[in-house]
């Protein structure tokens, strides 16, 4: 298991130069000058001085090696660089707003995974029949429905006409409720879709078969045999899930102004603030990287098959 373990964190490192080198080559992609495509509009009324005492700072100035190193330098110690806009550390305004992403995450990914694995056995045991054609209907229309177009709908729904929960905002667990329905609703489609074809693979395998023959309970066939045996694609897809919510629901946190770290990317964005997106992406990607080493480390725990194939 340890040495299965080390080589998938090895795996990662040529991952994560990648990533840095992309991040880093964020600020050259940009057209023009990335100094004055940072401060917009407000260019214009910059000295040609100042601009590059603001390129010095940034260290612009110098040779892209040289400022490659520097930077992979600087996010060894932890320095992401300072943010146009505030002023402040990139690291402190991400860390400001983690927990808020990890506490919408969390709460999606447990209503996607209870929804997607519950709807996804059902349609898989009742298969051809019309709650097998109700439950692709429902997967189907999850996943065709857009994440702000659905918020909007919950919100005009719960919040504006009933009034029973907060329509935007973080504070109390009603203001969670809305957000992380909405993206979970989303992803449940994805994982329900994925279960019932894990699960019926493993349904029509043989030891399936044994199990009935044996005269085991139907529901211990399907959630000690099949659904086990089925976990491995099932797993994944709730990684990328989870990786991605970890990212930051950037639509959903706009739609609820849920402070997170999607919608200060978005506030980045706009503001064009350089190292501020540049910081967001880096650590979103790593979050990314690290929910999908963990997935691959449960595979053998999942399957012991998995370490030695």
Known sequence: MLRYALGRLLGTVPVLFGVTLLVFLMAWVTPGD?????LGEASQGISRQALEDLRRELGL??????Q??????????GDLGDSIRSRRPVLAEIRDRLPATIELALAALTIAVALGVALGVLAAVRQRTWVDGAAIA?????VSIPVFWSGFLLMMVFALELGWLPASGRGTWQHLVLPAFTVGV??????????RGAVLEALAQDYVRTAKAKGLAPRRVVL????RNAL???????GLQLGGLLGGAVLTETVFAWPGVGRLLVDAIVARDLPLVQGSVLVVSLLFILVNLAVDLSYAAINPRVRYG
């Not at 190193?69 to 110690?77: E, Q």
């Not at 989303?186 to 279960?195: E, H, L, M, N």
């Not at 000690?224 to 659904?227: F, N, P, V």
């Open 34 to 38: 990335p100094v004055v495509a940072m």
């Open 61 to 66: 100035d110098r040779p892209l090696p040289v």
């Open 68 to 77: 490659y190193v520097g930077y992979v330098a600087g996010l060894l110690r």
């Open 138 to 142: 429902v997967a189907l229309v999850g």
């Open 186 to 195: 989303s992803s449940a489609a994805f994982i329900a879709r994925i279960t």
């Open 224 to 227: 000690r045999h099949a659904l």
């Open 232 to 238: 491995l694609p099932i797993v994944t897809v709730v």
